[in-house]
């Protein structure tokens, strides 16, 4: 079964440093892995989506994730933090297997950011 | 392209109380998931459904829950005699065949069963 581990339920960082939120993830084939930002009392929104091109894969805001298979991570970086990125972030993944594409996600991570 | 809609937005009901929520897809969009979140947790896969047809239930899904999307379009999610578990965020999701599995997603249910 596919799971979804975020590394700290919550990171706080200064405005202007590197912004770093673990994913691992488990899965028996090669998944599909994403990033969702959730903004207090909205749904969720996509960051960025790893589908098989490209390891490192740029997403919205500034921000971007590495697939490291050997590492089975997907972590999410933004080398300058912005205080309108302080949010709940959830990594997921999706069987590609599933043509459902239902997704599993991780339970998130709440970064706060510092003045 | 006005989004996915979710209404209403908040529910308080007492508990063996019935509830139904609606979910307005983005329209062009031929599937449609519910997912629920609690509190300090990621979103749950509840059910999706690829046009009117409802493919993939999860075992979360108790008897009490029901989905329907009649015509493809929007979709109902009913929960019977609600318990205090149930007090969640129900959140529902469309996405499109073509654009591989990016699912958009509305702004919530958020239900409170007193």
């Known amino acids: 079964a596919q799971s979804v581990t975020q590394l700290g339920s919550h990171v706080s960082v200064s405005e202007g440093a590197l912004v770093l939120l673990r994913c691992n993830y488990s899965?028996?084939?090669?998944?599909?892995l994403f990033w969702y930002v959730q903004y207090p009392n909205q749904g969720l929104q996509l960051l960025l989506k790893y589908t098989s091109a490209a390891t490192l894969v740029k997403g919205i805001n500034g921000f971007e994730a590495e697939f490291k298979k050997s590492e089975t991570s997907f972590h999410l970086t933004k080398p300058s933090a912005h205080m309108s990125d302080a949010a709940e972030y959830f990594c997921?993944?999706?069987?590609?297997?599933?043509?459902?594409?239902?997704?599993?996600f991780g339970q998130g991570t709440e970064l706060s950011v510092k003045p | 392209d006005t989004g996915v809609s979710q209404n209403p937005r908040h529910k308080i009901t007492k508990r063996g109380q019935n509830v139904t929520f609606r979910c307005d897809p983005i329209?062009?969009?031929?599937?449609l998931y519910w997912y629920r979140q609690t509190l300090g947790q990621g979103p749950e896969f509840l059910t999706y459904f690829q046009n009117e047809a409802q493919l993939e239930k999860s075992r979360l899904l108790s008897d009490r829950f029901s989905a329907e999307r009649p015509k493809g379009s929007f979709s109902t999610l009913e929960i019977q005699r609600t318990e205090q578990g149930d007090s969640a965020m129900y959140l529902c999701?469309?996405?499109?065949?073509?654009?591989?599995?990016?699912?958009?997603f509305g702004p919530g249910t958020r239900l409170t069963v007193t």
């Open positions: 997921a993944v999706s069987d590609r297997g599933n043509q459902g594409g239902k997704l599993i």
């Open positions: 329209s062009e969009h031929n599937r």
């Open positions: 899965s028996s084939v090669p998944p599909y």
């Open positions: 999701a469309s996405s499109f065949t073509g654009v591989l599995y990016e699912q958009y």
